[in-house]
Structures are given as structure tokens and as C-alpha cells.
């Protein structure tokens, strides 16, 4: 499957060459454009209870796009964020990536939500994990630039939950407060995760739960209030 990806890394957008009888798997809404031999089947990916656990607990579309070349082809994908997108290989190994990062990735690649115990779960700011097992291409995206951080296991790294975007399984890693009671109400940060351990993650440069804090307020207001004679 050979890829381009152009306009990055504020508005990038995956160019993927198929040849007859390939498939590329990608999150509902995300084509920009395809050949007219490039067919797509959508389907509730993996099962209906497997997609309903995206749907519900990952923050991913219940369906998922599958398209299929009858013949060779191309077909654009790109996110639904203005950012970056970053190609993965696996070969027989686990990555877990930010619910909202996942973009494209070979059909035999599992995806399922790993809720990692109740630090996953009451994580808060969109800290559910997808669990991406398997061999072939994945396509992360991010909301903004994406950075590379190699951890040696001499220390602990500590990121803010809303700029993750992926980490290696051999990563421990445990969300907590960013201090005490006034820095997490005051401070405008919220939950940070802190790795630990050999591997590596990748972050994105901007969040999307600061920008919605940013845009929220500013948004008008519909007066619901009637006036009765």
C-alpha cells in the first residue's frame, strides 16, 4: 500500500495507491476523494459488540469504512481536525492510540477499546484508549503537529490527557491530577498521565478540550425565555 502524505502538518491529508484487490480500513467521514473502481462496504467493525465499545467508551464512529480496489486506484482520507497525520508499521505488536487519532489502517489490524482499569475509564478529557494490534500500515492523526518523545526508563514522563495522541505497549503508565485542588480547578490544566518505562509517545501540539473551553464561552446563546401577556 504506498502512501503520500501532503500539506502537513497543519492541514494534512493521506494519499493511499491501492492495487486491484486491496483494502484500506478508515473512520466513517473520513474520505476526501477515490477513484470511481474503488468500492467501500460499511460495517460495524469487528461485530456489534466490539463497535458498540468504540462507539460508546472510545469516542470512534459505531461504523467503519472498508474500501476495496477492483481495480488500481487511489483514495484521500484526511481527519476531521486541522493536523498532521503520521504513518505506523506494525509487525505483530500493540500500540494504543488517543480515540480520536485514529485514522486509517490495514483491515487486519484489530481495533478495540482498551479501557485500562478505572484510570482509563474516569480519565476524563476523551482518555479512551484504542487498542491497535496486528501487522500492517496504521495512520494516526493529531490536532495540530505531532512531536516524538523516546522514553529510556531512567524517568518518568508526564503529558497532559488531552495531547496524547499514541504509546507504545511497553509503557506503563497512571493519570492523576495535575497537583492539588486549586492548580486543577485554577491552573487551566486539567489530567496528566504519566509514563513510565522503555518506548515511546506521541503527542499533539494542540488539544481539542482547551480549544473547546476556548470556543464554548464565545458561542451565542439562544434566549429561551418567552414573554407572557
Known amino acids: 500500500m504506498d502512501h503520500e502524505i501532503s500539506h502537513r502538518p497543519s492541514y494534512a491529508q493521506l494519499t493511499l495507491d491501492l492495487d486491484a484487490g486491496e483494502s484500506v480500513r478508515s473512520e466513517a467521514g473520513a474520505m476526501v476523494s477515490k477513484s470511481p473502481h474503488v468500492d467501500v462496504e460499511t460495517s460495524a467493525e469487528g461485530g456489534l459488540l466490539k463497535s458498540l465499545s468504540r462507539s460508546l467508551f472510545g469516542g470512534e464512529s459505531f461504523f467503519m469504512n472498508t474500501f476495496t480496489a477492483s481495480e488500481a486506484g487511489q483514495i484521500q482520507l484526511a481527519p476531521a481536525l486541522s493536523g498532521d497525520v503520521q504513518h505506523h508499521l506494525l509487525d505483530d505488536e500493540t500500540l494504543y492510540v488517543q480515540s480520536s487519532s485514529f485514522l486509517a489502517s490495514d483491515p487486519s489490524i484489530e481495533v478495540d477499546t482498551e479501557f485500562g482499569g478505572a484510570k482509563t475509564f474516569f480519565g476524563g478529557e476523551g482518555l479512551f484508549l484504542l487498542r491497535m494490534e496486528g501487522t500492517g500500515p496504521l495512520f494516526l492523526s493529531s490536532y495540530g503537529a505531532i512531536d516524538e518523545h523516546e522514553l529510556d526508563g531512567t524517568e518518568s514522563y508526564v503529558v497532559d490527557t488531552g495531547h496524547i495522541v499514541a504509546?507504545?505497549?511497553?509503557?506503563?503508565?497512571?493519570?492523576?491530577?495535575?497537583?492539588?485542588?486549586?492548580?486543577?480547578?485554577?491552573s487551566g490544566e486539567g489530567l496528566v498521565c504519566e509514563f513510565e518505562g522503555e518506548g515511546t509517545v506521541w503527542t499533539q501540539t494542540r488539544s481539542p478540550d482547551a480549544f473547546l473551553s476556548w470556543l464554548i464561552p464565545k458561542i451565542p446563546q439562544r434566549n429561551t425565555t418567552q414573554t407572557t401577556t
Open 167 to 186: 504509546f507504545e505497549e511497553s509503557l506503563s503508565f497512571d493519570v492523576r491530577k495535575v497537583g492539588g485542588l486549586k492548580s486543577t480547578l485554577f
